[in-house]
């Protein structure tokens, strides 16, 4: 089943999609990647939908990736003895570690990390920004604010800090319990929530060990602040508009997703949109002209991927969403100005063997109009190269490895096959060949660019390339 587009398509697995019928009416419309949720659902649930992930590989013979995302740390406030307040915009108001119920004048807080990070004149957000206090003076266990959007404030609702960095792990005990039983499942892929700095991707490295990659989540101000540290220690990133959107002034989104983007193309790591790109096709079969803009917008930036959350997790259109986020991606890639954007903006190559063989592959698949790009690869590296140079035809990634494979199922323009590692040179050509025949990317008299490393087999070392006539 190969794909007429170069972005991918991440949905979102949840209550309307959960069974193995509808994630096989996913994959057909489109999707490329699952995502499990580990903020909802058990684990029997996710352990249920990667089996049926398994199950349709298995039947369709295509490697899929399943994207595990862990919860991260949430920060809410406690409950109030009438259940809700109405705050009033000047007025005072205090946050503490008391246990006793909130009233109109404070509310408990039981987050000590919190207060130790807070300062006067930070900024306090609750409810995803419906409410936002200032402080005006605080310690160890309390804080005095000023209300200056008022609102109605109910039980244990989140709580947001912009600007501030706060002294916790991106993993709680729950993210490393459902870290330990995604890994055993099989995850492609970790999504790690509430990264703040380049550090914060140590732990998750360790405990990970090899089994997954692992992606970052951009939605802390301050991760922006070292996002070219952040994006060199991991896999991937993803943009996280939901949480990013409430931290910071919505103007400031559109600019930032582009940023981040453009970043992580120019170091080579997929990176994925996410968050409200088709929001109205929860219960709507279309979405709006604004929405499909918005999907268009990140294909133009070469996204690698955008994803779906709740019109797949929970919307009741799962299957249109998919399919109608193909069409917009499809349609987007067509035109004549995306070929521009992606050649106006490409990055620069490293001194390196590979990136000189990986450049000089798509300018001569450009030359001689080649009808792909075959790249050797066992740890992904040397196909993710290839994919960084946005070539005009498609790369056809040949791994010994089925997790190598279900990874590179995220990054653009890539169709990944499993297959032996070549034995020599004429092998090399015969198979890469056979196989771009095979999965319809080159018809016979066409030609494909070849990159591989030598010895055959050796990870990270493509040093060859050669022309073949399939």
């Avoid at 919860?71 to 006793?100: M, T, Y």
């Avoid at 490393?176 to 550090?199: I, N, T």
Wanted: hydrophobic share 40%; proline share 5%.
């Amino acid at each position: 089943m190969r794909r007429q587009r170069n972005a991918k398509i991440i949905a979102t697995l949840g209550p309307a999609s959960g069974d193995k019928d509808k994630i096989a009416e996913l994959f057909e419309a489109g999707a490329d990647v699952f995502r499990l949720n580990f903020s909802h659902g058990t684990h029997a649930d996710h352990k249920a939908r990667i089996e049926a992930i398994r199950a349709i590989e298995q039947e369709t013979g295509r490697p899929i990736g399943a994207l595990m995302d862990l919860q991260g740390p949430k920060f809410r406030v406690g409950a109030f003895a009438d259940g809700k307040i109405q705050l009033e915009s000047g007025q005072r108001f205090r946050l503490d570690l008391s246990d006793d119920a909130g009233d109109g004048t404070r509310a408990p807080l039981p987050h000590p990390e919190v207060f130790q990070a807070l300062a006067a004149d930070a900024h306090v957000l609750l409810d995803d920004g419906k409410v936002r206090l200032q402080v005006v003076k605080c310690d160890d266990s309390s804080a005095d604010t000023t209300v200056i959007t008022g609102g109605t404030l109910s039980d244990h609702k989140g709580v947001n800090l912009p600007g501030t960095v706060i002294p916790v792990s991106p993993l709680t005990d729950k993210d490393r319990k459902d870290l330990r039983y995604g890994l055993d499942m099989g995850a492609d892929w970790v999504a790690l929530s509430f990264v703040q700095r380049p550090e914060d991707i140590a732990e998750a490295r360790k405990l990970v060990a090899g089994r997954a990659s692992i992606m970052a989540k951009i939605e802390k101000p301050a991760a922006i602040d070292r996002l070219g540290e952040i994006i060199e220690q991991v896999d991937a990133v993803m943009v996280a508009r939901g949480d990013l959107g409430v931290e910071m002034p919505p103007e400031d989104v559109p600019s930032l997703q582009r940023r981040i983007v453009r970043v992580a193309r120019m170091a080579g790591k997929p990176v994925v949109v996410a968050t409200q790109m088709l929001e109205s096709m929860v219960q709507a079969p279309t979405p709006t002209r604004a929405e499909a803009s918005d999907v268009a917008t990140a294909v133009y930036e070469g996204a690698d991927a955008v994803m779906l959350s709740a019109e797949t997790a929970a919307g009741e259109y799962p299957r249109e969403a998919v399919a109608i986020m193909d069409r917009i991606i499809r349609r987007v890639e067509r035109d004549p100005a995306y070929r521009r954007v992606m050649d106006a903006e490409h990055p620069y190559a490293q001194s390196t063997d590979a990136d000189a063989i990986t450049e000089a592959a798509r300018q001569a698949a450009h030359t001689v109009r080649a009808a792909a790009i075959v790249t050797y690869t066992s740890t992904g590296s040397t196909t993710l190269r290839a994919a960084r140079e946005r070539p005009e035809v498609p790369v056809l990634a040949l791994t010994p490895n089925r997790g190598t494979a279900r990874r590179l199922a995220l990054a653009w323009g890539v169709h990944c096959v499993t297959s032996h590692d070549a034995k020599d040179v004429e092998d090399m050509v015969e198979t890469a060949c056979h196989q771009a025949l095979h999965e319809g990317l080159a018809k016979a008299g066409e030609r494909i660019i070849i990159t591989a490393g030598m010895p055959f087999g050796t990870p990270g070392a493509t040093n060859l390339l050669r022309i073949a006539w399939v």
